[in-house]
Each structure stands twice: as structure tokens, then as C-alpha cells.
């Protein structure tokens, strides 16, 4: 077998936990070494999320925990990708990978080339978009509701019946004037707060 250059970067935290950067190729054989390298044993993938960061070329950050029950210890591993580059799935290393892939598939719309059931799991079959994006409007898209009257499940497009506001919070009274007058029946020629008899 041919072996390839990986460049990454290793990295103590700040809570002493070790912490692995590298490139999307290089996670299979990563994380491989990590679990089957005796002075490693992170046998269990306890975790697999994302970060979205729209601004970056390679938008998504994943993250890999896993832990080491032989040495007591986690370790963090690292990638990046974006929209359209896939991933190479973890499920043939460690089982706990299916959902934890799904889930970043769902949320954030990562792909992972090899996976073997790589569909939605949080959200309905039907949803359109992913939730955990930073460019997802915060109303979504449609609504579910309940109909009495047909008795099913119906979807919607989503209705905002208020426009947004915009606050200033620096000057948040200035915007309600006369919010904290008293009301006239209430005002006597001494001032505020007295009745008027």
C-alpha cells in the first residue's frame, strides 16, 4: 500500500485533553491508528458534531471525542469540509459513528461518502434545508400542525404574523415616550400620583 503524506497539527488544551487538526483525507487512517495503537486505545467514539462558520472557504468544522477506557483520557480530532466535499464515514471503525453521522447529515448537511443508511434522523423526510446552518432562517420554511377537521398531519408555509422589530437596546425608552406618564385622571395640579377629588 502506498502511504500518504498527512499534514495536521496536534495541540494540548487548556483542560489537558489532546487535541488533533488534520486533513478530511486523513481521518480514516487517524482515527484508526488512535484506536487500534496500544499507547492510544481511544476505543469509543462517545461524540460527532459540527460548527458552522459561513465566512471560512471550508464552512464546516467537525468534531470528533473520543475516549481511551484503558488510559482514562479523551482525545478531540478535528476536520474541516464544506457543502459539497464528502467525508469518508467512520462506521466501518467504530459502530457508535452511524447516528452520530447522521445526525451532522440532518443538522448541517455534511456528507459522508461510505455511509451505509446515511439519512435524515432528527427531522421529517419531507424537511427541506438544514437546521443547524447558520444561513437557516430561525422560522424555517413550513410549519407542522395537526388538522381536526382532516384528521392528519398538515404542512404549511411558515406565516409570520408580526414583522420583526428592531431594537436599539442603547436607548430603549427613548422609543416609548410617553410610556411612563401617569394617565390624566391621575394628575392634580401638586404633580403626579395624586387622585383628584
Known amino acids: 500500500t502506498t502511504r500518504r503524506n498527512i499534514r495536521g ?13 488534520i486533513h478530511p ?6 482515527m484508526g491508528m488512535l484506536k487500534d495503537h496500544t499507547n492510544a486505545q481511544f476505543k469509543a467514539l462517545m461524540e460527532i458534531t459540527a460548527n458552522d462558520v459561513p465566512g471560512r472557504e471550508y464552512r464546516f468544522e467537525l468534531v470528533y471525542c473520543l475516549l481511551s477506557h484503558h488510559y482514562n483520557s479523551r482525545c478531540i480530532v478535528k476536520t474541516y469540509t464544506d457543502e ?3 467525508v469518508d464515514s467512520l462506521t466501518p471503525l467504530f459502530k457508535s459513528a452511524d447516528w ?5 447529515w440532518d443538522m448541517y448537511g455534511v456528507y ?6 446515511l439519512r435524515r434522523i432528527l427531522t421529517d423526510y419531507g424537511f427541506q434545508g438544514h437546521p443547524q446552518r447558520k444561513d437557516f432562517p430561525l422560522t424555517g420554511f413550513s410549519e407542522v400542525r395537526y388538522d381536526n377537521e382532516l384528521a392528519r398531519i398538515v404542512y404549511e408555509p411558515v406565516e409570520v404574523a408580526q414583522e420583526f422589530r428592531k431594537f436599539d437596546l442603547d436607548t430603549p425608552w427613548e422609543l416609548f415616550p410617553k410610556h411612563r ?12 400620583g395624586e387622585k383628584k377629588e
Open 181 to 192: 406618564d401617569a394617565p390624566e385622571h391621575l394628575i392634580t395640579e401638586g404633580g403626579e
Open 100 to 104: 452520530g453521522e447522521r445526525e451532522v
Open 9 to 21: 497539527a496536534v495541540r494540548i488544551t487548556s483542560t489537558k485533553e489532546l487535541e488533533i487538526l
Open 112 to 117: 459522508f461518502a461510505g455511509h451505509p443508511d
Open 25 to 30: 483525507e486523513g481521518i480514516v487512517p487517524v
Open 84 to 86: 459539497l466535499t464528502p
